[in-house]
């Protein structure tokens, strides 16, 4: 199994700015659909966003729409999510997705994850 490795993240104060990003670790990995999710310190994971293949389908959830920004860059096989307008809600750790199903909302869509990143937002 691939892994997808993920860097950025940190802490930052509300209505601030971080991103992340996540690449594999194997320069064969074919170009997939990605993604975003998130888990909360007692929480499920959640879906945060989904980008297509080709890049040019986009979808979030309804609690980071208009403040978080998903991207590629498939030359190099990289993915980003931009988040601005950060909320002490948003605080958990961020995985990266890469998928094999077509309901990108389930963590069971998901063929690889990455480690898991940690974003805190502090109020």
């Known amino acids: 199994q691939v892994q997808l490795v993920e860097s950025g993240g940190g802490l930052v104060q509300a209505g601030g700015s971080l991103s992340v990003s996540c690449a594999p670790s194997?320069?064969?990995?074919?170009?997939?659909?990605m993604g975003w999710f998130r888990q909360a310190p007692g929480k499920e994971r959640e879906f945060v966003a989904h980008?297509?293949?080709?890049?040019?389908?986009?979808y979030y959830a309804d609690s980071v729409k208009g403040r978080f920004t998903i991207s590629r860059d498939n030359a190099t096989n990289t993915w980003y999510l931009q988040m601005n307008n950060l909320k002490p809600e948003d605080t958990a750790i961020y995985y990266c997705?890469?998928?094999?199903?077509?309901?990108?909302?389930?963590?069971?869509?998901?063929?690889?994850w990455g480690r898991g990143i940690q974003v805190t937002v502090s109020s």
């Open positions: 997705a890469a998928y094999t199903g077509g309901n990108f909302y389930s963590t069971s869509s998901v063929g690889s």
């Open positions: 194997e320069r064969t990995f074919s170009t997939v659909a």
């Open positions: 980008i297509s293949r080709s890049g040019n389908k986009l």
